[in-house]
């Protein structure tokens, strides 16, 4: 069972900081209702975590490397000008979308006449110039200092919506609420009920197929976890469910899967597993994890992390 590293990896599908940047509400705008995911990373203080660091090259999924790439193609420097980086899952008609949305202290004027330079012509969609980017996806400004970025399809969506012409995130009250109690966070992330479903069957592994389960998980409204590093690392994800007997009878299911994990587990399993702690209340499901700096490093050279993290 994969508990343990599961609400990691989950956090990680970023990794960093330390002081969140606002999020611009031009990016707000640009985010289709039926919203699966939100991955926000605030990349300022990164260069100031080793251990952000390290867990950003162990556990960076593939989306958010192709995302960076593509700033570093359209003449971002990331290091130097991002200072927030989000990625935007949604469902439409014809699927899961994605986009990403950068804001920095790079320039739309400087970036468009590099683009010009470079003789690439943008298509027009409205009122949005939307650029080709050479690595399959397209890019447009939702402000001089706001990028959003994606296949064609999404990127189209996300500026329909931004021009109202199919409804945005604002009419979406379970994102919006949960976005409220994470958003100050370095690195944060909200799930709707089906992403969270999938999220808890997947952490729980083998145990997700006792009845019980099968039982609670239509009772699962949502999630959303923070991240940061400020005093080594801390974790902590709320599950969202319909009352609080569901939020007991998941808790004291992730705790047996706990407990089983513990007694075939080596020395660093039972670390990491020591370092969680799982409760509930009201009808939120309640983890945390905490580790000093030290020990995480060492957690992330383990075979445990290598096994969990492919």
Do not use: C, H
């Given at each position: 069972m994969k508990l343990f590293v599961f609400a990691l990896i989950l956090s990680l599908m970023s990794a960093l900081p330390v002081v969140a940047a606002p999020f611009a509400s031009s990016a707000r705008t640009a985010i289709p209702e039926d919203v699966q995911q939100?991955?926000?990373?605030?990349?300022?203080?990164?260069?100031?975590?080793?251990?952000?660091?390290?867990?950003?090259?162990?556990?960076?999924?593939?989306?958010?490397?192709?995302?960076?790439?593509?700033?570093?193609s359209m003449g971002v420097d990331v290091d130097r000008d991002l200072d927030q980086l989000t990625?935007?899952?949604?469902?439409t008609k014809s699927g899961l979308r994605s986009v990403g949305i950068a804001q920095g202290g790079f320039s739309a004027k400087q970036l468009v006449g590099k683009l010009r330079v470079r003789k690439i012509k943008p298509v027009k969609h409205?009122?949005?110039?939307?650029?080709?980017?050479?690595?399959?996806?397209?890019?447009?400004?939702?402000?001089?200092n706001t990028m959003l970025f994606g296949e064609a399809s999404a990127l189209k969506a996300a500026l329909d919506a931004r021009d109202g012409e199919v409804p945005s995130m604002a009419s979406n009250a379970q994102i919006t609420d949960s976005m409220q109690s994470v958003e100050s966070g370095p690195v944060w992330s909200v799930l709707d009920q089906t992403g969270t479903q999938n999220m808890m069957r997947s952490a729980l592994g083998d145990a997700s197929k006792l009845a019980d389960y099968d039982v609670i998980k239509k009772r699962l409204l949502g999630s959303q976890y923070i991240m940061d590093f400020a005093r080594g690392v801390n974790?902590?994800?709320?599950?969202?469910?319909?009352?609080?007997m569901t939020a007991a009878t998941l808790s004291s299911l992730v705790k047996a899967g706990m407990l089983y994990r513990k007694m075939?587990?080596?020395?660093?399993?039972?670390?990491?597993?020591?370092?969680?702690?799982?409760n509930s209340q009201s009808a939120k499901l309640q983890l945390h994890f905490k580790s000093d700096d030290q020990k995480f490093r060492s957690l992330l050279s383990s075979e445990l992390f290598a096994a969990v993290s492919r």
């Open positions: 939100i991955i926000s990373v605030d990349y300022r203080a990164l260069k100031n975590s080793e251990t952000a660091l390290a867990l950003k090259e162990r556990v960076l999924p593939q989306t958010l490397k192709d995302f960076e790439n593509n700033l570093k990625f935007v899952s949604f469902r409205r009122l949005s110039l939307i650029y080709p980017s050479g690595t399959g996806m397209q890019m447009s400004f939702l402000d001089e974790f902590d994800l709320d599950v969202v469910t319909s009352d609080s075939g587990a080596t020395p660093v399993e039972k670390t990491a597993l020591d370092s969680m702690s799982v």
